[in-house]
T-cell receptor
Framework: DAGVIQSPRHEVTEMGQEVTLRCKPISGHNSLFWYRQTMMRGLELLIYFNNNVPIDDSGMPEDRFSAKMPNASFSTLKIQPSEPRDSAVYFC?????????????FGPGTRLTVL | AQTVTQSQPEMSVQEAETVTLSCTYDTSESDYYLFWYKQPPSRQMILVIRQEAYKQQNATENRFSVNFQKAAKSFSLKISDSQLGDAAMYFCAYRSIIQGAQKLVFGQGTRLTINP
């Protein structure tokens, strides 16, 4: 079975540009999570969805960040305009809510560099 | 809010030996889940083991086992017969059972080195 798919794997952009990260969750999973990993702050949740509905977006840094989940098989995280401090690894994870543990399975991550 | 603390930034062990990674957490909840994830240089986050707080029995997965001490809020990971492929960052994580609070709260990580 295919795991969580993220694209692109690497993104290098200049400050002020729009960046869109994409995620395809595991088929049949009904929860999707976006995490960010930095040296300073470690791994932190940005936002998550249950059944395509945003449940907790308290981790979204500011209005420059937005996330959507138009259907059960696709989600985007957009940064507009990007800033150097947004440089990080962004992970998407999915899980099947309601199962014991609701284990989250992670994608390979997108390494974003903003110059 | 829940917090997770890994007090060992780095650990090293000889190949084939046993190593234990420490994790403590703070919560006011009585039921929750705890996880260990492994992050090798490829940066992929890989689930190692999961523990349900309502289970007294410690979880095991092949060479990996945990020592779950609920009263002490401690959740350590033991790796037996260490292999070179075990070298990675290891993250301890907490997750509530409350619907609407599904996020994982991670510790700072422990970098494990395996010496041949």
């Amino acid at each position: 079975d295919a795991g969580v798919i993220q694209s692109p794997r690497h993104e290098v952009t200049e400050m002020g540009q729009e960046v869109t990260l994409r995620c395809k969750p595991i088929s049949g999973h009904n929860s999707l999570f976006w995490y960010r990993q930095t040296m300073m702050r470690g791994l932190e949740l940005l936002i998550y969805f249950n059944n395509n509905v945003p449940i907790d977006d308290s981790g979204m840094p500011e209005d420059r960040f937005s996330a959507k989940m138009p259907n059960a098989s696709f989600s985007t995280l957009k940064i507009q305009p990007s800033e150097p401090r947004d440089s990080a690894v962004y992970f998407c994870a999915s899980s099947l809510w309601g199962t014991v543990g609701g284990t989250q399975y992670f994608g390979p991550g997108t390494r974003l560099t903003v110059l | 809010a829940q917090t997770v603390t890994q007090s060992q930034p780095e650990m090293s062990v000889q190949e084939a030996e046993t190593v234990t990674l420490s994790c403590t957490y703070d919560t006011s909840e009585s039921d929750y889940y705890l996880f260990w994830y492994k992050q090798p240089p490829s940066r992929q986050m890989i689930l190692v083991i999961r523990q349900e707080a309502y289970k007294q029995q410690n979880a095991t997965e092949n060479r990996f086992s945990v020592n779950f001490q609920k009263a002490a809020k401690s959740f350590s990971l033991k790796i037996s017969d260490s292999q070179l492929g075990d070298a990675a960052m290891y993250f301890c994580a907490y997750r509530s059972i409350i619907q609407g609070a599904q996020k994982l709260v991670f510790g700072q990580g422990t970098r494990l080195t395996i010496n041949p």
